[in-house]
């Protein structure tokens, strides 16, 4: 399954995955990128040094193309951004903010850079600015969500601009794959199923909760403040979400909140942790390798656009 996206970054198969915060370290982004797909570590707000050590670790497992996800809005970003190019990450995807300040660093180390966008203008922004590609992410995905759905802005990202384009969010199968090519995509990125992989340092219970999710169990919080995030719904997002409608000032919200990712990820809390993940849970029934998602993702997809059932 050749694309311009495949051939950009010198990967097998079209598909990558998230740069979950927490989630997205080198055990997981070496399987993926062993497996053919372009694996990613989640940068997020972790120290500097963290990273580089992450990303050659990453380099001792495979010797396969990866990338590292960078959190604009972490304050450690230019330091992030100055490591990927000191220990040669071939990619980079940026979100939370816009990277045309480490373009040209970027672009002068022959780092390919994707950024991830919600929207038609800031695709734009992002292709003229240099952008190799754009991840036009839709608000099916978990985590950090923009307004606008997978279905509606990845045609529209398509036609707006040159590059090409990934899309992301609401896709765990080849169905999923094969409509996002039928929009205009060249590449899927995929977040809430390589969580439920196997190589996935996610807790136990974290997996459970999500193989036992159904079709109406993730819900929005933080609309209030301007940063909406997809969660699976528990006690704690329950709480955010009635602490919201009461008016709740932004620093009450965050002291709720404070280190409840990693309860979700490391401790296996899945009642007061954020469970973050999109509204493809409910189609997520198993573990599986990252071989066997991406292999079982790509060869039904490619069977559904042959036209074979």
């Known amino acids: 399954m050749n694309t311009r996206i495949t051939e950009l970054l010198g990967i097998e198969y079209p598909v990558i995955q998230g740069g979950m915060a927490w989630v997205a370290e080198y055990h997981l ?5 062993q497996a053919g797909g372009l694996g990613i570590i989640g940068a997020a707000s972790a120290p500097p040094e ?3 050590e992450q990303v050659r670790k990453v380099k001792e497992l495979t010797d396969k193309p990866f990338g590292v996800n960078v959190m604009l809005m972490n304050p450690n970003a230019p330091e992030v951004a100055q490591i990927v190019v000191e220990e040669g990450v071939p990619v980079v995807t940026t979100g939370a903010g816009n990277p045309a300040k480490f373009m040209e660093l970027w672009k002068n180390a022959g780092v390919k850079v994707m950024p991830v966008v ?29 307004s606008i759905t997978t279905m509606a802005l990845v045609p529209q990202v398509a036609d707006a601009v ?16 094969a409509a996002a ?6 590449a899927v990125q995929m977040g809430t199923r390589f969580v439920v992989a196997k190589e996935s340092i996610v807790h136990d219970n974290y997996k459970e909760r999500l193989i036992k999710s159904k079709d109406i169990d993730s819900e929005v919080t933080g609309r209030s403040t301007g940063h909406p995030i997809r969660v699976v719904r528990n006690k704690m997002s329950r709480e955010y979400l009635r602490m919201e409608q009461e008016g709740a000032t932004l620093e009450e919200l965050e002291m709720l909140t404070l280190g409840s990712l990693r309860k979700a990820v490391v401790d296996g809390d899945v009642v007061q942790g954020s469970l973050m993940a999109g509204q493809i849970a409910g189609m997520i029934t198993e573990e599986l390798t990252c071989e066997e998602i991406i292999q079982g993702i790509v060869s039904d997809a490619e069977r559904l656009m042959a036209g074979r059932k």
């Open 50 to 52: 963290v990273v580089r």
């Open 29 to 33: 982004a070496a399987a993926v990128s």
């Open 181 to 186: 090519f039928m929009l205009g995509a060249e």
């Open 162 to 177: 040159d590059v090409p384009v990934v899309a992301a969010g609401g896709i765990a199968d080849g169905r999923g794959m």
């Open 118 to 146: 919600a929207s038609v203008a800031m695709a734009k922004m992002m292709a003229r600015a240099g952008a190799d590609a754009v991840v036009a992410e839709g608000t099916e995905s978990g985590g950090h969500i923009g």
